[in-house]
Structures are given as structure tokens and as C-alpha cells.
């Protein structure tokens, strides 16, 4: 059973950084996509990046480019979002998320079928 687990959410100040991990479990991690979601308050969950099985591919959503890195370690089975010059509308639960399918990496929600239970991140002064 795939199981992911997220964690390093907190709260942030306008201009700080975070590093979110997700720890997979129940597969071999290393020939899967991995993905990051965030669902803002009130809104619809949206897609923040991914990053293929071999990490060769890594896209970012347009609001994240260049503030947002998506970077993964095969050998611990963990996917990380380092986030830079965070700003009041990064606020959202962030999830990462793993495709049922091997060496695709999707870049919608419905390319995913396993998800973790989230992590909440607040940027606020």
C-alpha cells in the first residue's frame, strides 16, 4: 500500500522560506513520478510542480517559477519543495502526490492517485 507522508509546514513571514518533505512508502520509489498540490483557503486544489521518476523532467506551475525548487533523493525514498520569497497567496495546505502509472509525470490532479494528508503553510506577518 502507498503511503506518503508530509511534513515541515509552519508559519512563515512574507520573504522567509520553507522546505516541505514527503516521505513515500509501499513501492519502489525510484521508477515514479512525484507531484506537489496546494489547496488554498476557499479555492480549489492546484497544481505547484512535479518531478519525474529519474528527476529528469521538473515542471512548476507559472505562480511558483523561480521562487519554488522540486527535488527528490531515490536512495530515502523522499521528495522535497524548497520554497523561496514566500508571499501571502503561497498560504494553502500543500500535498504531495504519487500516479498509479510508472515514468509518467503528470501535471494535473488527475494524473494522481495516491496522496498524502497534507501540510499546512501560512504566510502572514
Known amino acids: 500500500q502507498v503511503q506518503l507522508v508530509e511534513s515541515g509546514g509552519g508559519l512563515v513571514r512574507p520573504g522567509g522560506s520553507l522546505r516541505l518533505s514527503c516521505a513515500a512508502s509501499?513501492?519502489?520509489?525510484?521508477?515514479?513520478?512525484m507531484g506537489w498540490f496546494r489547496q488554498p483557503p476557499g479555492k480549489e486544489r492546484e497544481f505547484v510542480g512535479s518531478?519525474?521518476?529519474?528527476?529528469?523532467?521538473?515542471f512548476y506551475a507559472d505562480p511558483v517559477k523561480g521562487r519554488f525548487t522540486i527535488s527528490r533523493d531515490n536512495a530515502k525514498n523522499t521528495v522535497f519543495l524548497q520554497m523561496n520569497s514566500l508571499e501571502p497567496e503561497d498560504t494553502a495546505v500543500y500535498y504531495c502526490?504519487?500516479?498509479?502509472?510508472?515514468?509518467?509525470?503528470?501535471?494535473?490532479?488527475?494524473?494522481?492517485?495516491?496522496w498524502g494528508q497534507g501540510t499546512q503553510v501560512t504566510v502572514s506577518s
Open positions: 509501499g513501492r519502489t520509489f525510484s521508477t515514479y513520478a
Open positions: 518531478i519525474s521518476y529519474g528527476s529528469t523532467n521538473i
Open positions: 502526490a504519487t500516479p498509479a502509472a510508472r515514468w509518467l509525470t503528470p501535471t494535473s490532479a488527475a494524473g494522481y492517485n495516491y
